[in-house]
Each structure stands twice: as C-alpha cells, then as structure tokens.
C-alpha cells in the first residue's frame, strides 16, 4: 500500500469514528461502552450456562480489571445482576437484567435492523473486507506504541 493510500484509510478510519459517534443519544449515566457489555453478555448468554467477567473479558479482549469496573458500573445502573457460587465463593456470576435486554433491544437489534435495510447495497463480502482490513491496521499500529 503507497503512503497516500495509507493516508486515505486513515481518514477513513477517522471518518468511522465520525460515525460512531453519530449513533443515538443513550439515556443518561449509559455510555457506547456499556451497551456493548450488555450485547456481548447477552450473546455469551445463549451459549454458556452462566457467564464469568473472564468470560466478558476474553470474548473483548480487554483486561480483566477494566472489565470488572465496567460491570459494577452496570450492576449500579440496574442492568447486570452479580451471584457467587454456590460451591466457590470465589466464583462470580454476571446476568443481564430485564432492563438491561431492554436497552440492548431497543439500542442494538432495532437501530441496526433498521439501518441495514439503508445500508443494504452493501455486501457482506464488502463488509468482511472492511473489518479485515481494519483488524490489521489495529494489529499493527497496536505493535507501533
């Protein structure tokens, strides 16, 4: 890739953040992070029988102690309930609460199946490229700090 090309992506890269930040107000005290949270918990859900911070933490990528932060924060808001183990004390669960499936329906299923239908000149073959190339340039410029 020549250097102007470089230039280009990296504009774009600004550009989607322009976007991002164009996706709905969210109530008050909620922030971008913490529906993301909420979705990935409610995914991890369906698949395991009760989801650990490890969990959440692996399935981001992100640090266990950020992630256990983040999950107090929605424990406060009322969208995540905590249980410790039975047999381990140690060992705590995180449940996505009535209220937290609310936000994750309204601010994720419904605003993207609505966006989708704008977006859908879009191929997932399009889209596929897209996220590869951007998983890469993140890979490389995490390697750069």
Known sequence: MTRDKIKKVMDACYQAKRVRDMLPA????????????????????ETLDKVKVSDISDELGLPR???????????KLG?????TSKDD???????ITKEGRKLVDK????Y???????????????????????????????SRK
């Open 107 to 110: 601010y994720v299923d419904r």
């Open 79 to 83: 969208f995540v309930e905590k249980e």
């Open 26 to 45: 969210l109530p008050g005290g909620v922030t971008p992070s913490h529906i993301h949270y909420l979705d990935t918990l409610r995914k991890l859900e």
């Open 112 to 142: 993207f199946a609505d966006l989708s239908k704008e977006l859908s000149d879009i191929t997932d073959k399009d889209a596929d490229k897209m996220i590869e190339v951007i998983e890469k340039l993140y890979i490389v410029m995490s």
């Open 89 to 95: 004390g140690r060992l705590v669960f995180i449940s």
């Open 65 to 75: 102690p950020s992630v256990t932060k983040t999950v107090k924060d929605l424990e």
